[in-house]
């Protein structure tokens, strides 16, 4: 009775593990932004804008957080505003600095006259919500993660001047890596520094900033620098 107890425990055991097994062979054949995209709906919709303030904080608008360079682990941006009523946004709860709103908006309600319809998928991400999402990618592609997500702590989205576009012509999709040679995305990367905007992670920028590219993503810093730095790229 002993020996046939183990085989059943050992046969249990081997169908648990084929389950898993398929389980996870299957997320590794699926489209991991489109599972990125669903994470956020579901971490957005439960976050309020005013909960996530700290009025008395800085700014930190040129704040040089980097892979290297990193926030006050209890650093929340001041004044913090849901722009789902103003622009288009995907994902639940898109929550932005109240003072680069009007040129977030401006730039979007432009590129609209211009022709382009753009999304915004992701904008401010506190310090838990990024550790989630980055345990999420190492998990989802264990040999890039380290390129495609910050640590928790290094991310622009901490500022809440930082925000993920997305388009009409790539499907609405999260981090489409063909934002880029969208019609909208070559609007928005050489328009975007006339709103103050810049593109954090150019195509050739990798050596300096050690992510991939991200045509999607853009930093607000302010008519000057923005310019300046459109002025020499």
């Known amino acids: 009775l002993f020996g046939t107890l183990i085989v059943v425990f050992l046969l249990i055991g081997i ?3 084929l389950r898993v097994f398929n389980s996870e062979v299957a997320i590794g054949n699926s489209d991991y932004s489109l599972l990125a995209s669903a994470y956020d709906a579901v971490k957005g919709s439960q976050e309020s804008c005013e909960s996530l303030s700290d009025n008395a904080s800085p700014q930190l608008t040129l704040f ?9 682990l209890e650093y929340k941006p001041p004044r913090l505003l849901d722009i789902t009523k103003e622009v288009k946004t995907l994902n639940g709860i898109v929550c932005i600095r109240s003072d680069i709103a009007p040129y977030l908006i401006a730039l979007m309600e ?17 310090y838990e919500r990024q550790k989630s999402l980055f345990d999420f990618w190492r998990r989802a592609e264990p040999d890039t993660y380290f390129e495609e997500a910050a640590v928790a702590g290094y991310s622009e989205h901490h500022l809440g001047t ?40 150019p195509e050739f920028g990798k050596p300096s900033s050690g992510y991939n590219y991200e045509p999607w993503h853009l930093r607000f810093l302010g008519l000057k620098a923005a310019q300046a730095i459109y002025d020499t790229a």
């Open 162 to 201: 930082a925000i993920d576009l997305t388009s009409k012509s790539v499907g609405w999709e999260s981090v489409a890596r063909n934002f880029g040679e969208s019609p909208e995305g070559k609007w928005v990367h050489a328009n975007a520094y006339r709103y103050g905007f810049v593109l954090s992670y």
């Open 110 to 126: 432009n590129a609209k006259v211009a022709g382009h319809e753009l999304g915004i998928t992701s904008g401010f991400r506190s």
């Open 64 to 72: 040089p957080v980097s892979r290297t360079t990193s926030l006050p």
């Open 15 to 17: 169908v648990v593990y």
